[in-house]
């Protein structure tokens, strides 16, 4: 297929997975673990020979990196500064992928401490949404984005999944009613008005994979039910000439240029979406 500098030339479909997660892991960040593990057809056990280096490289720390003496890495600047609800989450979801592909044990008991901690630390007890990072001192940063309540939701429904224990469905269907009354605003369309999620798309996106898990398992669609609405009217109405997506996707405001990133992840939306229908 190709070569990469310092690895050996990729002559399999399996070889060129084993070498992109090496690359991955190098990168200290789950986000892209999590999509790898996710390709359908393409991940076999056979890439997961040594699984434990991948969390090795991704927890640096240990169990300190998601506990109190040490609040580990900012995922943005690499400095162990604060503990962010954006290493936390996916951390949890990517141990719970680890362990239901290789059974191990430790990356389920991996995921419940880091799902506690960032329950215990980063969820805000009025609406059950998640705040952004707690730093060195103690003091919360209150930003709440889409992103970190879906993995958590996604995170508690895969723990819920793995251990049957019913708090784990109840704190998601918490977050995922918080997170809809907390991030969905009343914007005004041609036919009259309708609900929209921030203008923040991938954000977005990963919100959907957590409701998009809790509606597989409870089948209350009412939480996919708004964002197919907002991905359907934006296809519908709001695309430019080029058929591109702008942030907003009620498409009140316009935008000269539009983002790579927030119209590849439409693509994934679609595609989740798409597995419902």
């Given at each position: ?84 609800t954006c290493s936390n989450a996916p951390a949890t979801v990517l141990c719970m992928k680890l362990f239901k592909l290789t059974k191990d044990a430790k990356y389920l008991e991996q995921a419940k401490k880091t799902y506690q901690w ?84 991938w954000f977005n996106v990963i919100l959907f994979r957590g409701l998009k898990a809790l509606y597989l398992v409870d089948r209350n669609e009412a939480y996919i039910k708004t964002m197919i609405e907002n991905a359907d009217y934006a ?43």
């Amino acid at each position: 297929i190709g070569t990469l500098p310092g690895f050996p030339i990729v002559t399999s479909r399996i070889r060129l997975l084993q070498v992109i997660m090496i690359v991955i892991t190098m990168t200290m960040t789950g986000w892209p673990l999590i999509s790898v593990i996710t390709m359908n057809g393409l991940v076999t056990r056979s890439i997961w020979k040594k699984p434990s280096s991948c969390m090795t490289i991704f927890i640096p720390d240990g169990p300190k990196s998601w506990g109190e003496e040490s609040i580990g890495a900012n995922r943005r600047t690499g400095l162990k500064e604060s503990k962010n609800t954006c290493s936390n989450a996916p951390a949890t979801v990517l141990c719970m992928k680890l362990f239901k592909l290789t059974k191990d044990a430790k990356y389920l008991e991996q995921a419940k401490k880091t799902y506690q901690w960032t329950r215990d630390n980063l969820c805000d007890p009025s609406d059950f949404v998640y705040w952004d990072n707690k730093n060195l001192q103690g003091k919360v940063d209150p930003a709440k984005y889409t992103y970190n309540s879906g993995q958590m939701i996604q995170a508690g429904v895969l723990l819920y999944q793995a251990t049957g224990e019913k708090r784990y469905l109840k704190e998601a269907q918490q977050t995922a009613e918080g997170a809809c009354r907390f991030f969905l605003k009343v914007q005004p369309i041609a036919t009259g008005e309708m609900k929209f999620f921030p203008g923040t798309p991938w954000f977005n996106v990963i919100l959907f994979r957590g409701l998009k898990a809790l509606y597989l398992v409870d089948r209350n669609e009412a939480y996919i039910k708004t964002m197919i609405e907002n991905a359907d009217y934006a296809w519908n109405y709001t695309r430019d000439e080029n058929g591109l997506f702008s942030n907003d996707w009620s498409g009140n405001r316009k935008e000269q240029f539009k983002s790579l990133l927030e119209n590849a992840c439409m693509i994934e939306l679609f595609a989740e979406i798409s597995e419902l229908q």
